[in-house]
Structures are given as structure tokens and as C-alpha cells.
Nanobody, 119 residues
Framework: QVQLVESGGGLVQAGDSLRLACAAS????????MGWFRQAPGKAREFVAD????????NYAASVKGRFTISRDNAKNTVYLQMNSLKPEDTAAYYC????????????WGQGTQVAVSS
């Protein structure tokens, strides 16, 4: 089992930056990839970005590409999401998730951290 704890959310103005962190613990060895997702009120959860744990290869949703950067610190078992040039439409609860075996299914999820961007 893998435990994920997100941090770093908050209330900012449009154009500001935030960095989210996701600390993983438990049976993290061999985790294939880590991802960030978000869910705005009244909307479905959507993919934001993911990173392959071993190679560092990254993938982004079109809506955040060029503004957000996902990274990881293997020694700390932590994944980050640097969010720049934030827009009001980025307002959502952000969740970290782990795909342990590369099947594309995120089996483990954090509790989420709230990001609110005012115009």
C-alpha cells in the first residue's frame, strides 16, 4: 500500500505561482508513475500531468502545458507540481496519484489540496 499526502495549495491571484508537493510513503519501491489530477466544483476529474518515476519522462494536459511543470525527488519520494501563470480556471482540488505497475490505472490517491485562483 502507498500513502500519498499533498500540500502547497492556497488562494492566489491570477498570474501568480504555486508549488504543490506530494509525499509518498509505504510500499513505494517500483512505482511506475505518479500523476496529478484536478477536479473543479461540478466538473469531472481531469488529468493534469504525470511523470515516470525511473526515467523522469513527463506528460501534460494541453490546458497546462507550458505553465505547469511536474518533477520528482527520488530521495524524498516526493513529486512536485510547479504551477505558473495561474488562471481562474485552474481553480480546483488537486490530487496526487500513483500507478504502481504501469497499467495506466492509478491505484493510490491522496486526499487532495485546494487551489483557488482569483481574477
Amino acid at each position: 500500500q502507498v500513502q500519498l499526502v499533498e500540500s502547497g495549495g492556497g488562494l492566489v491571484q491570477a498570474g501568480d505561482s504555486l508549488r504543490l508537493a506530494c509525499a509518498a510513503s509505504g510500499r513505494t519501491f517500483g512505482t511506475y508513475s505518479m500523476g496529478w489530477f484536478r477536479q473543479a466544483p461540478g466538473k469531472a476529474r481531469e488529468f493534469v500531468a504525470d511523470i515516470r518515476w525511473n526515467t523522469g519522462w513527463t506528460n501534460y494536459a494541453a490546458s497546462v502545458k507550458g505553465r505547469f511543470t511536474i518533477s520528482r525527488d527520488n530521495a524524498k519520494n516526493t513529486v512536485y507540481l510547479q504551477m505558473n501563470s495561474l488562471k481562474p480556471e485552474d481553480t480546483a482540488a488537486y490530487y496526487c496519484a500513483a500507478d504502481p505497475d504501469g497499467d495506466g490505472l492509478y491505484d493510490w490517491w491522496g486526499q487532495g489540496t485546494q487551489v483557488a485562483v482569483s481574477s
